[in-house]
Nanobody
């Protein structure tokens, strides 16, 4: 499975972006999909995940949480997972990665994902 993330860019605080992650190869509809991000000088961290069928979603609960601002979704017919990001803040500036997990149990753990995309850069200016 190869993952290609896109949709990043420069946006002002309060703006919106929608990230996409297109998967090639078989099995996408059976994978848990996740989004992670890595800010400069920081470790990669979990943002959101969605179950293989799309019925269940899970968001990070760290301070300044994305919950309520970010929405993960997927279109299995298009082999694509999305991350809609609204009301962006400068602290959301990071390289955003999508990842796929063969095991159908949702997890926030980086090591639990089997395939990774190359990342797309989101920069939020104040």
């Amino acid at each position: 499975v190869q993952l290609q993330a896109s949709g990043g860019g420069l946006v002002q605080a309060g703006g919106s972006l929608r990230l996409s992650c297109a998967a090639s190869g078989r099995g996408f509809s059976s994978y848990v999909m996740g989004w992670f991000r890595q800010a400069p000088g920081k470790e990669r961290e979990f943002v959101a995940a969605i179950s293989w069928g799309g019925a269940n979603t899970y968001y990070t609960d760290f301070a300044d949480s994305v919950k309520g601002r970010f929405t993960i979704s997927r279109d299995n017919a298009k082999n694509t997972v999305y991350l809609q990001m609204n009301n962006l803040k400068p602290l959301d500036t990071a390289l955003y990665y999508c990842a796929a997990r063969i095991n159908r149990e949702i997890t926030r753990t980086l090591g639990g994902y089997d395939y990774w995309g190359q990342g797309t850069l989101v920069t939020v200016s104040s």
